[in-house]
């Protein structure tokens, strides 16, 4: 079955920080995967998404991920980030176009203004 | 406006009570999902299906039922419920074809005393 790491279960950074959350999958086949975004009180929002071509993807607010295949990794960045980035940030995947979407366990953002 | 709905969006009740949480979408996707967030675990996929009338179980199906009768609606219910089936419950739809990008509801939470 598949599976899906998030190593940073909580990370806490200064506004204008970098950003790096990390991703790992357990799939060796074809896969589609997600990062989801989930501010206080809110549902999940799509940030990006990889299917195919250019592994490096960007999403919105100025998220962007890079899919490393030899790695099995997807992980998330973002160069500069502000007080409105708290939040828990999940990574997803969707393997060989079946109908399972398994979430990794989220990571908690908070920005510190 | 395109969107999931809930409800209810809160509910505490006893064990043993029988319970329904109803899901609808007006896209009209074909994918439904019905998932649980727990700390720590990320969301994991209950029940799913794919069509009216097409149902299959997720990762934690058990306590769960679900039907889905017609294709907006796809209620999620608890025939017996117990302590710890207490969570955060969404519901989620998407697309058929090659669009594995799902769109959420806002969410239910559920305590079970």
């Known amino acids: 079955a598949q599976s899906v790491s998030q190593h940073n279960h909580h990370v806490i950074l200064s506004e204008a920080a970098s950003l790096e959350l990390g991703c790992n999958y357990s799939y060796g086949g074809t896969v589609n995967l997600f990062w989801y975004v989930q501010y206080p009180g809110q549902h999940l929002q799509l940030l990006l998404k990889y299917f195919s071509g250019d592994p490096l993807v960007k999403g919105i607010k100025g998220f962007e991920a890079e899919f490393i295949k030899s790695k099995f990794s997807f992980n998330l960045r973002k160069p500069s980030v502000q007080w409105s980035d708290t939040a828990e940030y999940f990574c997803?995947?969707?393997?060989?176009?079946?109908?399972?979407?398994?979430f990794g366990g989220g990571t908690r953002l908070m920005v510190k203004p | 406006e395109a969107q999931v709905t809930q409800n209810p969006r809160y509910l505490i009740t006893v064990t043993g009570k029988k319970l329904t949480v109803t899901c609808s979408q007006n896209m009209n996707h074909e994918y439904m999902s019905w998932y649980r967030q727990d700390p720590g675990l990320g969301l994991r996929q209950i029940y799913y299906?794919?069509?009216?009338?097409?149902?299959d179980k997720g990762d934690v199906p058990e306590g769960y039922k679900v039907s889905r009768k017609e294709k907006r609606n796809f209620p999620l219910i608890l025939e017996s419920p117990s302590p710890n089936q207490t969570s955060l419950y969404f519901c989620?739809?998407?697309?058929?074809?090659?669009?594995?990008?799902?769109?959420f509801g806002p969410g239910t939470r559920l305590t079970v005393t």
């Open positions: 997803a995947v969707n393997a060989n176009a079946g109908n399972m979407l398994t």
């Open positions: 299906s794919m069509n009216v009338e097409v149902t």
């Open positions: 989620a739809s998407r697309p058929g074809g090659l669009s594995y990008e799902q769109y």
